[in-house]
């Protein structure tokens, strides 16, 4: 399979108005003619009804639908725009598109926003009607008792389900494990707790495991009953023998570890016992929901959304006759959920997501014993509430993928040309984006066929007649412009980009950050059979594929064991030199997978920034760019290798291999930079090369400006700036000073000269008020007393430190003169309660749950009223939560 060594040495290189519930089964209005004219335009609302389908009378989704096929029927020649006015298209089905809803080479039928409107497809309904239940702070509506959803959203933002740490509860963990759950007799507090709950009720709550099956996993699975008379806890199965007991496999260059079976669970989830602020209970069965309002919410004010629907856009052909030449832009897809964990597979978690359903050696074919299900890898992939198959010259730009409770998008079974351009991915429990498919490996085997219509495509039934072969690989996507973060919220395992089998697929200039796991992932699992040894145990069909000039950082925030660009597997199709059984290194490596350009920062936990782990074979690392993050820049642990890293600019080490040496790799031409580089210390071209808008497309949607990185000032005169949502005209300010002669870079890197002395804390993108001064937590004037100081963590904390504390009554306290004062802080779902006091008064109580779900790092938690000129003292105490942070004060005169 390798090259002569000789040979390998020479080669040196937004939701609007509440719209009617739509159904998207077949309508037939009336279509107006067909006339010879080639561009047609169908008008949409969320109050549309009728076929006319006009301007002055715009129909509902459905019957735009349906006037697009007449209209493409009439005219196959015919540009076709149907134009969604503002407001939210609730469907009450999966709106679903054909071979049918096609449109022709250079003429698309596109769907996209009216000028100036925001339309959102949604799959949940809005609940009204709610009433306070006694004088808890609960509040109660009346739901469908069909209801079924793992996501609410209340305000645009998802909101965590009722839950509680053991130790919160009073349990002591003396949990006695086995194979069918735990004995938890010698537990008090926990017989007492599950002996209050009826058997439905105990059958809904679910423990979450973060890190059971490794670091960068996070499992969870439902309990099955309770015994009060044995204090037998059953969980639920084949969840629970998934995620403790699973098979062992042969041969094995990565390892897929069992999870203890007396661990304890971090949280308890899923009763309405359990009920706290920000969090929400569902009694399907009793119809009705709850949910406990933060403090300053006003039910009456809350938009609350609960999701009905899994799935809001398929578009699925077949391989024989595919859907094709479609194009999206300018939409919203949100509001959608995915319950597949709920059931009694749970979500036993493997990598990047993908999980055992069924057997405990699901996808490990012939290297378990018993033999398990084949290929090699076949996890089960999560569900994409967008999701395209048999789909060719589909273009979705412009977009937004927000609130969903399972993977954004997918593309896979045959898909070719697919365009995936400046959208915006956030908030989405899964990962953003989940190309292929793990049932593909080799479609050119026979033996695979069933299985990949099986589970790569939303219909089996649908696709049984087709011919499975090279005709099912999916080719020629390309990925770019796009912004991905806030990912992961409720699987934290999610990659930001998973990518499985593919030809041809182009992923560049993305952003990509506040991730819990990997950035981009190419290949999952798929290489835990393959290392220098054993090299051809698992092969697939990878060929060609590019990761470029994305930009990655602040990744890995939650999980770890992963890196910014994650490889897995092999990675192209050899190419022989003439007399065929010698590799050509050159031109073999041209069809591997070219990773160039890249800038990944900030991932202090990271083990290798780029990471070619097992199996992983034919990789090109050129011309990227990683500091702070991680023990090493580039490595991986039982490569079979083929690598070369040329042309980098790398702040740690490459070449690292710490489990098993790989065949070959090739390193030459690297620069060696600091953790923290300054201005000049990297080409400017290459931030300038890199992420979202960084070539000749200019991204239709943006992010707020923010600061990630600022190099050290010490002995500066100019700094480099590294954020998200930079522009030209992006002002930069020193204390209340703006900055002049800013060189912009690109969306994500700017230079700014700076005077003698400044620190990093007074850089900012607003300029204070006047008489503000804003003092770090650092700052000698500040007494903790339960406090612990952390820097580095790469959130964009202000100077890049905290105090942070864990036990409650921890205090901060500050005298000041001044008329008022501000504490900065953290807003995350791990924080909990503050007391503030000043001057001995009364304590005034503070939360930090973030309403959005997301991080909020060095934002003021707190704001005084005015004070009487003089001098105070303001005292901060940790009432509740895992962690109470501090980023300092400020205090204006």
């Known amino acids: 399979?390798?090259?002569?060594?000789?040979?390998?040495?020479?080669?040196?290189?937004?939701?609007?108005?509440?719209?009617?519930?739509?159904?998207?089964?077949?309508?037939?209005?009336?279509?107006?003619?067909?006339?010879?004219?080639?561009?047609v335009t169908v008008y949409a609302s969320p109050s549309g009804s009728g076929s006319a389908c006009s301007s002055a009378s715009p129909c509902a989704l459905p019957a735009a639908q349906s006037a697009v096929r007449a209209q493409r029927a009439a005219n196959s020649s015919a540009d076709v725009t149907v134009l969604l006015a503002d407001g939210t298209y609730r469907l009450s089905s999966t709106w679903t598109l054909g071979a049918a809803d096609s449109g022709a080479a250079g003429h698309p039928v596109v769907w996209k926003a009216a000028p100036g409107a925001h339309p959102?497809?949604?799959?949940?309904?809005?609940?009204?009607?709610?009433?306070?239940?006694?004088?808890?702070?609960?509040?109660?509506?009346?739901?469908?008792?069909s209801s079924n959803s793992r996501q609410l959203y209340v305000g645009g933002h998802e909101v965590p389900v009722a839950q509680a740490s053991p130790a919160s509860l009073g349990f002591r963990g003396s949990w006695t494990g086995s194979s069918t759950g735990y004995t938890v007799s010698g537990d008090q507090a926990a017989m007492t707790w599950f002996g209050s709950l009826t058997a439905s009720q105990v059958a809904g709550v679910e423990f979450d495991y973060p890190g059971g099956n490794g670091p960068w996993t996070e499992s969870r699975c439902r309990v099955a009953s309770f015994s009060a008379a044995t204090g037998a806890l059953k969980m639920s199965q084949p969840c629970w023998t998934d995620v403790t007991a699973r098979a062992s496999f042969a041969q094995g260059s990565g390892g897929l570890p069992s999870m203890g079976n007396s661990t304890m669970p971090a949280?308890?989830?899923?009763?309405?016992a359990l009920v706290g602020s920000g969090q929400w209970f569902l009694d399907a069965?009793?119809?009705?929901?709850?949910?406990?309002?933060?403090?300053?919410?006003?039910?009456?004010a809350l938009d609350v959304e609960l999701p009905r629907l899994e799935s809001l856009l398929r578009g699925a052909g077949t391989l024989a006759a595919p859907l094709h030449d479609v194009s999206f832009s300018g939409l919203q897809f949100s509001y959608a959920t995915w319950n597949a964990p709920s059931t009694s597979a749970g979500f036993a978690d493997v990598q990047s997501n993908l999980r055992i359903t069924g057997a405990n050696n699901q996808g490990m074919c012939t290297f378990s014993t018993p033999a398990g299900s084949c290929p090699w890898g076949s996890l089960t992939q999560p569900l994409a509430n967008v999701a395209f198959s048999a789909a060719r010259n589909v273009t979705l730009t412009g977009n937004?993928?927000?609130?969903?409770?399972?993977?954004?998008?997918?593309?896979?079974?045959?898909?070719?040309?697919?365009?995936?351009?400046?959208?915006?991915?956030?908030?989405?429990?899964s990962t953003?984006?989940?190309l292929g498919c793990t049932h593909d490996p080799l479609p050119t085997d026979s033996s695979e066929a069933a299985g990949i219509k099986q589970n790569c495509t939303p219909d089996p039934s649908a696709v049984s007649g087709d011919t499975i072969g090279t005709n099912e690989i999916l080719t020629g996507t390309t990925v770019s412009d796009n912004v991905i973060h806030h990912i992961g919220t409720d699987y934290s395992s999610a990659s930001g980009i998973t990518l499985l089998f593919s030809q041809h697929t182009t992923i560049t200039r993305n952003d990509l950050y506040d991730l819990p796991y990997t950035g981009i992932t190419a290949g999952v699992v798929q290489g835990h059979v393959d290392q220098a040894s054993t090299p051809q145990n698992s092969t697939n069909i990878n060929s060609s594929n590019t990761i470029s000039n994305n930009i990655l950082h602040d990744y890995l925030s939650v999980r770890s064991d992963g890196g910014a660009i994650y490889v897995e597997g092999h990675q192209a199709q050899y190419v022989y030199q003439s007399g065929g059984t010698t590799i050509d290194p050159v031109q073999t490596l041209a069809k591997g997978l070219q990773v160039t350009g890249n800038v990944a920062y900030d991932g202090p936990t990271t083990n290798f920034t780029y990471y070619d782990d097992a199996g992983s074979e034919w990789v090109n690392w050129q011309g990227n760019v990683a500091f702070g993050a991680g023990g090493s820049s580039q490595g991986g642990c039982s490569p079979t290798g083929h690598f070369w890293i040329t042309g980098n600019y790398f702040s740690a080490n490459v070449q690292s291999y710490p489990c098993a040496q790989p065949v070959d790799t090739h390193a030459s031409g690297n620069t060696s930079i600091s953790a923290t580089p300054r201005?000049?210390?990297?080409?400017?071209?290459?931030?300038?090369?890199?992420?979202?808008?960084?070539?000749?497309?200019?991204?239709?949607?943006?992010?707020?400006?923010?600061?990630f990185y600022v190099s050290p000032t010490s002995n500066a005169t100019q700094v480099l700036l590294a954020g998200e949502g930079f522009s030209s005209s992006t002002p930069v300010y020193v204390g209340s000073t703006q900055a002049a002669n800013v060189t912009h870079l690109s969306r994500g890197f700017m230079i700014v000269p700076i005077p003698s002395g400044t620190t990093a804390g007074q850089i900012s993108l607003t300029p204070p008020a006047p008489g503000t001064t804003r003092l770090d937590d650092t700052d000698s004037r500040i007494a903790y007393s339960g406090f612990s100081y952390a820097s580095g963590r790469s959130y964009g904390d202000y100077s890049n430190d905290i105090h942070y504390a864990t036990a409650n009554a921890s205090t901060a306290s500050l005298t000041f003169t001044g008329t008022q004062v501000q504490v900065y802080g953290e807003q995350f779902t791990d924080q909990g309660d503050l007391g503030v006091t000043i001057d001995g008064g009364s304590q005034q109580v503070v939360s930090t749950l973030p309403s959005d779900g997301a991080r909020h790092a060095n934002v003021a938690v707190y704001t005084s009223g005015v004070l009487a000129s003089g001098t105070h003292t303001i005292v901060v105490t940790k009432?509740?939560?895992?962690?109470a942070t501090l980023d300092g004060f400020s205090t204006r005169s």
């Open 285 to 300: 069965a009793g119809g009705t929901l709850y949910y406990k309002p933060l403090s300053g919410q006003q039910m009456s």
């Open 120 to 145: 959102v497809v949604s799959g949940a309904s809005q609940v009204t009607g709610w009433t306070q239940v006694g004088s808890s702070g609960v509040w109660s509506a009346p739901v469908p008792t």
């Open 679 to 707: 201005p000049g210390d990297v080409p400017g071209s290459l931030f300038s090369s890199a992420g979202a808008g960084s070539g000749s497309f200019s991204p239709v949607l943006s992010v707020s400006p923010r600061i």
């Open 267 to 272: 949280l308890i989830e899923n009763a309405r």
């Open 1 to 39: 399979m390798s090259p002569q060594g000789s040979v390998m040495r020479r080669l040196l290189r937004r939701v609007g108005p509440v719209g009617t519930i739509l159904s998207l089964a077949a309508v037939a209005p009336a279509v107006q003619s067909a006339t010879a004219a080639t561009a």
């Open 879 to 883: 009432l509740s939560g895992q962690y």
């Open 432 to 434: 953003a984006l989940l």
């Open 400 to 429: 937004r993928f927000a609130e969903l409770g399972g993977a954004a998008l997918s593309v896979m079974y045959g898909s070719a040309n697919t365009l995936i351009q400046g959208n915006e991915f956030t908030d989405t429990a």
